[in-house]
């Protein structure tokens, strides 16, 4: 049975305070309580590794939980309330935390509201 470190920070970096601990395989960890808003930054999603973690429906898991098997990074993903990169009218945020991407724009809202 091995140890494997887990990583918890933010992006962008400095939100909150990067934490590092090592843990033996197969232990159940959660991701730490974080703050849906710092700042005028936005809490959008975690990935682990790199990858998204949502719910059944598709929407962002706001504290996960995990059996760790290897080296894992979680990071919490904010974007700045106010950013629209792609000049949609739809702020950044939105879009990353409901359709994990940039393309959404008015022309998907297939239910007229």
């Given at each position: 049975?091995?140890?494997?470190?887990?990583?918890?920070?933010?992006?962008?970096?400095?939100?909150?305070?990067?934490?590092?601990?090592?843990?033996?395989?197969?232990?159940?960890?959660?991701?730490?309580?974080?703050?849906?808003?710092?700042?005028?930054?936005?809490?959008?999603?975690?990935?682990?590794?790199?990858?998204?973690?949502?719910?059944?429906?598709?929407?962002?898991?706001?504290?996960?939980?995990?059996?760790?098997?290897?080296?894992?990074?979680?990071?919490?993903?904010?974007?700045?309330?106010?950013?629209?990169?792609?000049?949609?009218?739809i702020?950044?945020?939105?879009?990353?935390?409901?359709?994990?991407n940039?393309?959404?724009?008015?022309?998907?809202?297939?239910?007229?509201?």
């Amino acid at each position: 049975m091995g140890q494997y470190s887990f990583e918890q920070k933010s992006e962008p970096a400095g939100l909150f305070s990067t934490t590092s601990q090592s843990y033996n395989s197969g232990t159940s960890l959660d991701t730490r309580s974080i703050s849906t808003q710092y700042n005028d930054f936005i809490f959008t999603h975690w990935t682990l590794n790199g990858v998204r973690q949502n719910d059944a429906i598709g929407q962002p898991l706001h504290q996960l939980n995990f059996t760790i098997s290897t080296n894992t990074v979680a990071i919490a993903h904010y974007f700045n309330k106010d950013e629209d990169t792609d000049l949609d009218g739809i702020p950044d945020w939105v879009e990353i935390k409901h359709f994990s991407n940039l393309t959404t724009n008015s022309e998907n809202d297939h239910d007229g509201d």
